[in-house]
């Protein structure tokens, strides 16, 4: 399984703690106030307000706060203005990493990234610098345990729905497809009764750089701290580290 999967699930069983809703919360805020200003508020005419309000009914956002974040980038509220901005660099090991952000003050955002980029053996590059290792694609992870279909019949269900791949690990299987048709495939895999853990486009590296050691415990932390920060809404990276390691993180 790719770093990014990993990680992925891991980002998604922390979501679930109280302690995180706040910053969760605060960060899709962000992301609808962005789709909004683009393409007005109303998410049946708004391709990308659409998927960011599933993502936000996803972590359990109440309405109220998405009607009312929605008001806010279309000028009936108050609200803060925000800079897109995609960030990348080098983590421990030669590893790359992708941020996508969104800010109110890029100057004072762009300390902050480089200084952790810093603290962790990393440095921020050049725009450019890794982005050619990572391709979008919709990422869907489903939970083995319980599930009452097997390798075969959910291979059959992704694949004729349109997805390119599907791999088994462990403990999951992960379907991978074209990022125009993740909407299609998703919808199929949640009617035939699946419900993944994980369901996103995202940014998946093309191929990945085995980590241990010091280097592996450096990139989690870099990790944790980009998450942590409330102007980072993703981040990718090409690493691959032990379950063990990433599990005790």
């Known amino acids: 399984m790719s770093g990014h999967s990993k990680w992925a699930n891991i980002k998604h069983r922390k979501g679930k703690q109280d302690s995180q809703r706040a910053k969760i919360f605060t960060k899709i805020g962000k992301e609808i106030i962005i789709a909004a200003k683009q393409g007005g508020g109303d998410p049946e005419v708004n391709a990308r307000l659409k998927v960011v309000i599933q993502k936000a009914r996803g972590v359990n956002m109440p309405m109220d706060n998405i009607n009312r974040t929605i008001q806010k980038a279309t000028g009936e509220l108050a609200?803060?203005?925000?800079e897109e901005i995609t960030y990348e660099g080098y983590g421990p090991g030669g590893t790359a990493v992708m941020l996508d952000i969104l800010t109110d003050n890029r100057n004072r955002t762009a300390g902050d990234i480089r200084h952790l980029f810093s603290k962790f053996g990393g440095n921020l590059g050049e725009a450019g610098c890794v982005a050619w290792m990572f391709k979008k694609q919709g990422v869907m992870t489903i939970d083995k345990e319980g599930l009452g279909k097997d390798h075969d019949e959910i291979m059959m269900i992704a694949l004729d729905a349109g997805a390119e791949d599907m791999t088994e690990e462990e403990e999951t299987f992960e379907i991978t497809c074209a990022m125009e048709d993740f909407e299609t495939v998703e919808a199929a895999v949640r009617e035939a009764g699946l419900n993944p853990s994980v369901a996103e486009v995202t940014m998946v590296?093309?191929?990945?750089?085995?980590?241990?050691?010091?280097d592996a415990v450096k990139m989690l932390k870099l990790m944790d701290a980009l998450e942590d920060h409330d102007d980072v809404q993703d981040v990718y990276a090409n690493f691959d580290i032990d379950d063990e390691v990433l599990n005790n993180q």
């Open 205 to 214: 590296p093309e191929n990945t750089v085995a980590l241990e050691g010091d």
């Open 79 to 82: 609200g803060v203005n925000y």
